[in-house]
């Protein structure tokens, strides 16, 4: 497609180009604007939006009947023109709409200046009558579905200063022609399949360009131009993922105004010019990361004051890292891993740095670990593992009262293990491979979120505290060190045998030597338990289950509700409250109720009602709302509408007479075969796939529960619930999930300890799933006795020599064993407590898909 259209493009903007220019002199213009105001632009907008295909009803405010200015997503400002006196600005983002553009009558619309498309469906080619538009400063298509190549016709606008075409499928080169837009300052090309080389003169006239974006365009294959050192207003220039290769051009040591640079992940290579650094004045992020750069880092990165982020990791850098890197007053981040570097790791002044992050492991850093890491109040991880720090630990190590993760395994640290007495945020200690000698401090036992601690290949004596019992424990490696005696029953039932090999002095059942045997019975479990996480706490009541609880709200007439609709279904705000009894409740969250509302019409809907403590207003919350309305998949539940009182929004979903997987499940008899079961799986793999992998923005679902599988005709799954994060706010939306209401057996265990939310933590949530549909069990099991979440309870059984037996569900025929012996596997691998080791939703689609 790239090459016939790139031979007649050409042509077509020589054959256009007098055109824009006759129709649209100042004088024409002037006078087009008196006559066709007003009652032209209504046209001209009607016809335009004619051309649309607008599912939400989005612009059912544009009537002839009412001033354009006021209809909703246009704004109309004064202008500075003359001709035009009003400046148009269409903001018609995220509203689902597709269809085929009338570039024709919407550019005519004289002060026409801004055009925001962004985030809806179009599915076709950048309209080239877009480059009629003459007064256009700011075109937005981005995530807009379009395809195609980048018109080289765009170059009329001459009038440009923003143009966004981020998140789409345009392909081909990016035309040399855009040169052309001289008063561009914003040019955002990110995520394309934009390929071959930049021509160099693309950037020569660009000089007031102060934010560039090419990153994610994989197929690009060119050296970093030096022309982009001559714009001099760079601010942010992000290459990323590119296929850039190279070295760094000389030129780019004059980005004086340089705020943000990302290079990572491309293939280049050589030296990083000396000099680099000493001019970036106003750099705030610097990422080289994932590069073959090769040499030592230059100092000049001392210079850059205002420093957050240093990212130079997985490249051959060798040497030492510039001395006053470490004391810049803003760092925050430190990312040096999957180098050569070497030389001591100096100590910080402590009690002004801002360091959160250290990151260094897979070097050959020597000497001491500094002491004055302990003394940086915002430290949030150190990890210097797979290096020749040598010495003992520091007593304050984890004093920083935001430290969580600590590695320094794979050193030459020697010394005993201090007691941690601060530690309050410590999730994981990992210390692994040293020379670290001395018992096992039982403080450990009460740092309140230790969750993983390998202290494995040491020389450790003693015994295993039974403090350690008071952990909630993912993981405690000990193997390979001299302890001794007793393992605390607890731990020896809670872990596989392989944590403690190593240490011919531990008794206990499942050891080869088990103490004086009173634990017998256990020793099948202590083999075959892998990784369990003792969830305890209260027993939870399944949703689907009816709920007895208090109404929240007694007047209601006092409290106004905005009600939006997406989908047509006839149902007013009245009628939405009014159906908010106890009886028809179907199911209960950590946000609130679920009710079964029915029609007028006897059609059926289910309402999530989420109290949010969030304080997000009407608006963000019907931006939000849309975004999710706009995801269409077979398996993803659509959103017909939502309700918005104050501290309250109902989302309004589909609903199937099957209710959902977990109605199913919990049932006095869970009666669905084997080949529906998949199907199930499979819908809510590709269901999830999508969101992940294939819809712009990607999204994570964050509350993946058999609750949330709604079951149409045929067993045809559909995911609902997704996304909640976004209407109640994030803040609401953490604490929601330490309520105890919430089904937290379906939470990945890293959930605690990470930032930020990653696809794999509902890889994770999927894998509870499948491990329920193998197993036929809800995932919470309150009643039994051994262990209270599906995932403990099938890894004590799985290596055991008659384990799948017993974890398959006994009710199906024993001719599906091994496509159910496939899927459990799947399912452990989902559930691994290490998120690298689980798959992405596209290789679990693919291996269910295989079954
Ligand atoms: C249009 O908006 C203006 C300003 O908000 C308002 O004064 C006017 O009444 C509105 N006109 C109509 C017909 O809604
Ligand atoms: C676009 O709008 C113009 C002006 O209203 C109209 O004449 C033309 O037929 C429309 N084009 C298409 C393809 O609908
Ligand atoms: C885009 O349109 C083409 C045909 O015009 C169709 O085959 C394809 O499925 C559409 N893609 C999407 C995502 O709607
Ligand atoms: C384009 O629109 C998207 C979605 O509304 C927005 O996130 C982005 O910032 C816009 N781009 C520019 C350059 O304003
Ligand atoms: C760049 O600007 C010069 C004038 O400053 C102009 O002659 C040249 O055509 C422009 N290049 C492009 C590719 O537009
Ligand atoms: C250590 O870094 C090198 C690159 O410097 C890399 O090739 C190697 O895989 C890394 N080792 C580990 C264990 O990550
Ligand atoms: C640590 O290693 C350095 C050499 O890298 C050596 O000079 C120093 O004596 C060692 N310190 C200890 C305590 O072993
Ligand atoms: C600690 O570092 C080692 C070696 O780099 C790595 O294999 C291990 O996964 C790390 N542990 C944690 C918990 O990150
Ligand atoms: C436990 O530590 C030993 C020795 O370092 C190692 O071989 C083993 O892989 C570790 N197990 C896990 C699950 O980390």
Not at 300 to 311: A, I, N, S, Y
Not at 315 to 327: C, M, Y
Not at 432 to 442: C, D, E, F, K, Q
Not at 577 to 586: L, M, Q, R, Y
């Amino acid at each position: 497609m790239a090459t016939t259209s790139g031979a007649c493009l050409p042509l077509l903007l020589l054959l256009l180009s007098p055109l824009i220019i006759s129709s649209y002199s100042a004088a024409a213009a002037a006078a087009e604007a008196e006559a066709e105001q007003p009652v032209q632009v209504h046209g001209l907008l009607l016809s335009f939006k004619d051309s649309l295909h607008d599912p939400a009803g989005a612009l059912a405010t544009w009537s002839s009947s009412t001033p354009y200015c006021n209809w909703s997503h246009v704004t109309c400002t004064d202008s500075s023109s003359a001709s035009s006196p009003v400046a148009v600005s269409l903001q018609l983002q995220g509203l689902g709409l597709s269809g085929d553009i009338n570039a024709t009558a919407l550019c005519r619309v004289p002060g026409l200046a801004g055009l925001r498309l962004a985030s809806n469906a179009f599915n076709q080619t950048v309209p080239l009558q877009l480059s009629r538009c003459a007064s256009l400063a700011s075109l937005n298509l981005s995530s807009g579905a379009f395809w195609g190549p980048l018109p080289e016709q765009l170059a009329a606008l001459a009038s440009l200063t923003s143009l966004d075409l981020s998140g789409n499928d345009i392909e081909g080169t990016v035309p040399p022609g855009l040169a052309a837009l001289r008063g561009l300052q914003v040019l955002n090309l990110r995520g394309n399949r934009l390929s071959g080389v930049l021509h160099p003169a693309l950037f020569r006239n660009l000089t007031s360009l102060h934010y560039l974006d090419l990153s994610g365009n994989q197929f690009l294959e060119s050296q970093l131009p030096p022309e982009l050192g001559g714009m001099a207003s760079l601010r942010w220039l992000f290459l990323q993922g590119s296929g850039f290769s190279g070295e760094i051009p000389e030129t780019f040591l004059g980005l004086e105004q340089l705020e943000a640079l990302d290079l990572s992940m491309n293939s280049l290579t050589g030296a990083v010019p000396p000099g680099f650094g000493l001019k970036f004045q106003k750099l705030l992020s610097l990422d080289l990361s994932r590069n073959g750069f090769s040499g030592p880092f230059p100092n000049g990165v001392d210079k850059c004051l205002m420093l957050q982020r240093f990212e130079v990791q997985g490249n051959a850098f060798t040497g030492e890292l510039p001395a006053g890197l470490w004391s810049l007053p803003d760092l925050q981040v430190i990312r040096a891993e999957n180098n050569r570097f070497s030389g001591r790791l100096p100590e910080f002044p402590g009690g002004v740095s801002r360091l959160e992050q250290v990151q260094v492991d897979n070097n050959s850093f020597s000497g001491a670990i500094p002491q004055s890491i302990g003394l940086i109040r915002t430290m949030y991880r150190f990890s210097a593992s797979l290096n020749e720090l040598n010495g003992s630990l520091p007593d304050n190590l984890c004093d920083s009262p935001a430290m969580s993760i600590i590695n320094i395994s794979h050193n030459a640290i020697s010394g005993s293990i201090p007691d941690f007495n601060n530690c309050k945020r410590l999730v994981s200690l990992s210390l692994s491979g040293n020379g670290l000698t001395g018992t096992i401090p039982a403080s450990l036992g009460d740092l309140p979120v230790l969750t993983y601690i390998d202290l494995s290949s040491n020389g450790l004596t003693g015994a295993i505290p039974a403090e350690l019992q008071n952990l909630k424990l993912a993981l405690l490696n000990v193997s390979y060190n001299r302890l001794s005696g007793r393992v605390p029953p607890e731990l020896v039932s809670g872990l596989p045998a392989v944590f403690l090999e190593g240490n011919p002095g531990l008794c206990g059942p499942g050891l080869p030597s088990d103490c004086d045997a009173p634990l017998r019975k256990h020793q099948g479990l202590a083999l075959a338990a892998t990784v369990a996480s003792l969830v305890t706490g209260l027993a939870l009541l399944a949703v689907g289950v009816f709920a007895v609880c208090r109404r929240i709200h007694g007047n209601r007439s006092s409290s106004p509700w905005k009600l939006v609709l997406f989908h047509p279904i006839k149902i007013t705000g009245e009628d939405l409250f009014a159906a908010f009894h106890d009886k028809n409740v179907i199911g209960r969250g950590a946000f609130g109720k679920v009710h079964l509302i029915e029609l007028q019409d006897g059609q059926k809907v289910a309402v999530k009602r989420l109290f949010s403590s969030g304080k997000l207003t009407f608006r963000e919350v019907k931006n939000e709302m849309k975004a999710l309305a706009k995801i269409r998949h077979k398996n993803v539940a659509k959103i017909a509408g939502f309700c918005y009182s104050e501290g309250e929004v109902s989302v309004i979903y589909e609903y199937f007479q099957r209710g959902s997987l977990q109605d199913m499940i919990c049932a006095p008899k869970f009666a669905v075969g084997w080949n529906d079961r998949l199907k199930i799986a499979l819908g809510v793999a590709q269901g999830l796939a999508y969101l992940h992998h294939d819809y712009t923005p990607r999204m994570l679902h964050r509350d993946l529960k058999s609750s949330n599988v709604l079951l149409a005709d045929e067993f045809e799954p559909r995911v609902a619930g997704f996304g909640i994060h976004r209407v109640v706010g994030e803040k609401a939306y953490r604490s929601s999930l330490d309520s105890d209401l919430n089904d937290k057996c379906y939470i990945a265990p890293e959930q605690n300890f990470t930032k930020n939310p990653t696809n794999l933590m509902d890889v994770y949530s999927f894998g509870v799933i499948l491990l329920e549909l193998v197993t036929g069990r809800p995932a919470e099991q309150p009643a039994s006795k051994d262990c209270s979440d599906i995932v403990s309870w099938v890894r004590r059984r799985i290596n055991l020599i008659d384990g799948a037996s017993q974890i398959l569900d006994p009710s199906i025929p024993r001719t599906e064993q091994q496509g159910m012996k496939a899927a459990l596997e799947l399912a452990v691998g989902c559930t691994s407590v290490k998120p690298d080791q689980r798959p992405d939703m596209y290789e679990v689609v693919r291996s269910l898909q295989a079954l």
